[in-house]
């Protein structure tokens, strides 16, 4: 039987109301990618979850399937978000499927490229707030309040319900949950999907690290960040919406939320790059978090084996990239200026 999408091959698993109407672009199914080197370096068994690979290039598809399908089917006719970026994407491209009108809400410039032109291309109404993805929330939830548009942020309940898919995957691939599972932690659905599918699936739980970036760790300093700050715009988020569940997985978990800086995340995405895997800034920051702990043993990843949750694909971003490098050198078409620079 090919494979027909999350809710299809896990739907007795996630609360989904009888109404659903399944909007579905075959998303999940992400690989676990080895990373025999650094695996090597830190002792552990290494694993990304590489959820860079969905159909829109981010995990938000992976809830995004439950909440269109349920919209669609309680005949919703719009849709709207708030966004960094890979939400807004998202929901462009499931709405369009389901043949809803999208309309997002991003922070004035502060949305990487190649979630900008996704939203544009999959033909979502796209609105520059002046003010911060938080600012952009409250306002859509507002609306939500007064009109009959959906909201699909993962303050809707039914993207937690297609997020807990991932760990459901991981399970069903291992046999059981890793040790260790690190991830960004941004708005913190995910972290919350994450640890209620852990627990709902019964194959053993992982501790959980949470990793935000140090000029946005609202759940790191204890209090809203009222200007959040970070070159990895995805999590660029000062109020979390479901803040307390991520504080929660974390303690039950017995993991932790900590903080990167910028720095640690760039390396972090070079390391990745250099084992073949190009993935969007925020989406490093687990990886970074996990250097950072397993430098003084703190998190015990020796022997363990440690799943890392790359969340978005590196094309998301690409000005993180093109911004910094040198330009290629130009040289004429010519094969003896060619050897001549390369080496034989
Ligand atoms: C690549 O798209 O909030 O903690 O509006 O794009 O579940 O919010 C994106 C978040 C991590 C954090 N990695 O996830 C949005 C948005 C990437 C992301 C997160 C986001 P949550």
Not at 237 to 259: F, T, V
């Amino acid at each position: 039987m090919p494979y027909q999408g999350l809710i299809h091959r896990y739907g007795p698993y996630l609360n989904l109301p009888a109404h659903t109407q399944i909007v579905s672009l075959l998303e999940g199914n992400t690989p676990l990618v080895p990373l025999p080197g650094l695996a090597r370096e830190l002792n552990c068994e290494l694993f990304v979850k590489f959820e860079g690979l969905n159909p829109t290039g981010s995990f938000k598809d992976r809830g995004m399937t439950a909440a269109i399908s349920e919209a669609l089917g309680r005949r919703v006719k719009t849709v709207i978000c708030a966004s960094t970026g890979n939400t807004a994407a998202s929901a462009a491209a499931y709405a369009a499927r389901a043949g809803l009108r999208c309309i997002v809400l991003i922070p004035e410039g502060k949305v990487a490229t190649g979630k900008l032109a996704g939203a544009i291309a999959y033909g979502a109404e796209v609105i520059q707030i002046q003010g911060s993805f938080d600012d952009a929330l409250t306002l859509v939830v507002e609306i939500t309040q007064k009109t009959p548009i959906a909201l699909v942020n993962s303050i809707n309940p039914y993207r937690i319900e297609g997020q807990k898919t991932s760990p459901f995957e991981i399970c069903d691939e291992f046999g059981s949950a890793p040790d260790w599972l690190c991830l960004p932690v941004g708005n913190a659905g995910n972290i919350t999907s994450y640890w209620a599918g852990f627990k709902q699936y019964q194959k053993g739980l992982p501790r959980i690290l949470g990793v935000q970036a140090e000029g946005a760790a609202p759940l790191v300093l204890g209090r809203p960040v009222e200007k959040p700050e970070t070159i990895a715009t995805a999590i660029r988020i000062g109020k979390p919406a479901r803040g307390e569940q991520a504080l929660e997985a974390a303690h039950e978990s017995n993991g932790k939320i900590i903080a990167v800086s910028d720095a640690q995340i760039l390396d972090a995405q070079r390391i990745l790059a250099s084992e073949g895997l190009w993935v969007e800034p925020a989406s490093a920051a687990g990886l970074a978090g996990l250097i950072a702990e397993t430098g003084s043993d703190r998190i015990e990843a020796k022997g363990r084996r440690v799943v890392i949750v790359c969340t978005g694909h590196g094309m998301k971003d690409p000005s993180i990239i093109t911004e910094s490098f040198e330009i290629p050198q130009v040289i004429p078409a010519d094969y003896q200026t060619l050897f001549d620079m390369i080496g034989g």
